[in-house]
C-alpha cells in the first residue's frame, strides 16, 4: 500500500525516473532525465496535457523544492529535460513556462553552490528553446543574475556568465523588450558596491544601448548617478567599462541632444565635480558639462550659479591637467553665453540667467586658496558688470566686503584686478556712447573710497603694507586728482585724529614719491587755475600733519606761506615724531622729486623765501645725519645774507614769494592749519591725562 500511495504521488513518473532524479551521481541523474525526455514527447505527441502538467508539477513539488539537495539537482535536469523535449515538438513552449520557470528561478539562490549551478545550466536549455517567451520572467531573472554575478563559487559563476550572454541575445533579437522593467531594476541594482555586480550592469547597459531598437537615452538621468559611482571603483577594468558606456552615452547626446533631459543630467553631474571627489569622475562630470555649453547652449543659464564654484575650482587643478583643461573650456563657453545675452536677460524661465544668485557665489571663490580661482571670480564679476551694469550696481553690496578684503590679497594680480573691478564700477556711464559716469558709478564710488579709508582704519597692517599700492594702482586706473579729492574730503572730518595724520603722511609720500603721481605733481607745481582748488582741499587736510603741510606748499612753490607754516611748527610742541618726519622731509627735498627746487637756490634773488624756508627748517633740526645734509646743501649759496635783505626792500616783495601771488585765501588756510593742530594738541594732553588716571587707580 506505501508503495502504491509513493507510486501515486510521482506519477506519471515511474519508479526508475524517481530513483535516478533522486540519486547523488549525476550521471544517473543524467540517465533518468533522458528517459524523461522521452516520455515527455510521447505524452506531447499524444497531446495529453493533464500527465504533462502533473509531470512538471511533480518535479516542482517533490523534487525542486524538496528539502534534499539530490532532489533539486534531479528536479532541476528534470525540468531541463522537459522543456528539451517540448521544443522538439512545438518550439512554442510558452503555455508551459509558468510550471518550468519558477522552480528553477528559487534554486539560484539555493545555499548549495551545485544547486545553483544546475539551476544555471537548467534554465539555459529552457531559455535556449522558449526564447523571447521567457522575458515574460525578466525582473526575476535579471535580479537573479545580478547576484549570481558576485557569486563566491567559481563554477557558478561561469555557468552564470554564459546564461546572462544568453539572455543578452534573446533581448537584443526581442524588439517588444520592456525598458521600462529593466530601468526599474536597474536603478534599484546599480548602487550595489560588489565589483562583480557592478561590472554585470555595466555590461547590460552597454549591450542594450548598443541595439538600435532600444533608447535609453531618455532613461539616462535615472542611472546616470549609479554609473559615476560605479566610475569611482577602484578596479581598473570597471572604470574602464564603465567610462566607454558613458563615452557612447554622450555621443548618443550629441547626435540627439532636442531630447535630453539637461536639467536632470546638470544637477547629477554636479555631485561629481567636487574637488575631493574621484579625479577620473570628475574629468569626465566636467567633459560633460563642457559638451552641454555647446549642445544645451542658454539652456545651462539657470545653472550657472551651480556650475561657477565646480568649474572655478577645478580651474586651480594642480595634479590633473585634462581636469583643469576640461573645467577651463567649460569657463569661457558658459562666460561666453552670458556676454552674448541680449538686454534684458530674462531672469524666470527655461533660459534664465538669475545675477542675483551668482554674485555671492562668485564672492565665496574669492575666499579660496587657490590664486586660478581668485582671479576667475574676478573676471567674472568684471564681465558681468560689462553685460549688465544696472543689475549689478542694484547687487553690489552683497559682494562689496568680499572685494575689499580682496584688496589685502598676497598676490598682486588678484588685488590688481580687484582694483580694475572698482574703476570699472566707479566709471560706468548712464549710456552707451557717453564718457562721464553715470549717477550710479558715482554714487558706488563715493561709497567705495569711505569704505576703503573704514578699512585702512581698522587695519593698520593693510595701510602699511598694501596701501600705497592699492592708492597708486587707483590713481592710474582712474585719476589721481579724483582719488586724492576724495579721500582729502574723507578724512578732513575725521574724528580719530591719529588715524588722521598717518593716513595724510602716507598720502603725502604717495603723492611726492610715485611714477604715477607724475601728472599731479607737475600740475600743482605750476598751480594753473583748474588745480587750485584741489590744492585748498589738500591743504585743509594735511593739516592733520604740519611736515606734511609744509612739503606741500613746498611742491607749490607757495614759499612765503611756506614760512609761515615752519614757525607755525616752530611754536608746537617738539616731539621725536615730528623730528621724524623733519629728517623724511630733508631726504625728499634730496630726491629727483624737488630737483627743481634745488635748481631755484641758484637764483636766491628770485627766491629767497624758499631759501629763509630752508633755513628755517635747518634751525628747527637737532645736530643730526638730516642737519649735516641740508646744511651742506645751504652752503652752495653764498648770497643767504643778500637774498635776506632782499625781503626787506620795497617793491621786491612780490617776486620772492613764489606763487603767493595767486589769489588764494593763505590767511584763512593758516588760520585752518592752526584750529587743527590746536586739536591734535588737545587730543594728546587728554591722552595723557586719562593713562595717568588710569595708573594712579592700578
Known sequence: KIMADKADTFAPLTPSMVKGLSDKLYDKRKAAALELERLVKQLATSEDQGKLMSLMGVLRKEFAFSSNPNNRKGGLIGLSAVAIALGQHNPNIAGYLSELVPPILSCFLDSD???????????????KVARGDVLTFFSRIFDALSKLAADSDPGVKNGAELLDRLIKDIVTETPTFDKQDFILLLTERIF???????????????????????????????????????????????????????????????SAHEK????????????????????????????????????????MLPFASQLLEPILSNMAMEVDSNIREAATAA???????????????????????????????????????????????????????????????????????????????????VALLDLELFAQLSLQPANPGETVPGPKATEFFTRFMLELVTLFRSERELLERHGPFIIRHLCSLLTAEKIFNALAGILLDESNLEFASLMVQNLNIILLTTTELFALRAALHDMRPEIRPLFIVLYRTWSHSPIATLALCLLCQVYDHACDVLYLIGRMEVTVALLLEIEKLVQLLESPIFTNLRLQLLEPQRHAYLIKCLYGLLMLLPQSTAHETLRHRLNCIPTIIHSLVLLERPGEEKTQKGNIALELPFADLLAHIKAVQTRHSDAVRLAARSRAGYEMLL
Not at 113 to 127: H, P, S, T
Not at 206 to 231: H, M, R, T, W
Not at 280 to 286: D, E, G, I, N, V
Not at 382 to 401: A, S
Open 113 to 127: 553552490a551545485r544547486v545553483r549551478y544546475y539551476a544555471c545550466e537548467a534554465f539555459y536549455n529552457v531559455a
Open 192 to 254: 550595489v558596491v560588489n565589483p562583480f555586480t557592478r561590472q554585470f550592469i555595466v555590461s547590460w547597459l552597454s549591450v542594450l544601448n548598443s541595439v538600435p531598437e532600444v533608447d535609453l537615452l531618455g532613461y539616462l538621468p535615472n542611472f546616470l548617478n549609479g554609473l559615476f559611482k560605479i566610475l569611482a571603483d577602484p578596479n581598473a577594468e570597471i572604470r574602464r567599462m564603465c567610462e566607454a558606456v558613458l563615452g557612447e552615452f554622450l555621443r548618443e547626446i550629441k
Open 260 to 299: 535630453v533631459d539637461f536639467a536632470a543630467l546638470v544637477n547629477i553631474l554636479l555631485e561629481y565635480c567636487v574637488p575631493d571627489g574621484d579625479h577620473l569622475a570628475r574629468f569626465t562630470a566636467m567633459t560633460w558639462l563642457n559638451e552641454f555649453m555647446l549642445l544645451a547652449k542658454h539652456r
Open 331 to 413: 569657463n569661457g563657453r558658459l562666460m561666453k553665453l552670458i556676454s552674448e545675452l541680449p538686454l534684458p536677460c530674462a531672469e524666470t524661465g527655461p533660459e534664465a540667467f538669475v545675477l542675483s544668485t551668482t554674485l555671492p557665489v562668485l564672492a565665496q571663490q574669492l575666499q579660496k586658496d587657490a590664486l586660478p580661482t581668485r582671479l576667475a571670480a574676478l573676471r567674472w564679476m568684471l564681465m558681468l558688470h560689462r553685460v549688465m551694469p544696472l543689475k549689478f550696481y542694484d547687487l553690489v553690496n552683497c559682494i562689496l566686503q568680499s572685494l575689499l578684503r580682496a584688496l589685502s590679497d598676497n598676490h598682486e594680480r
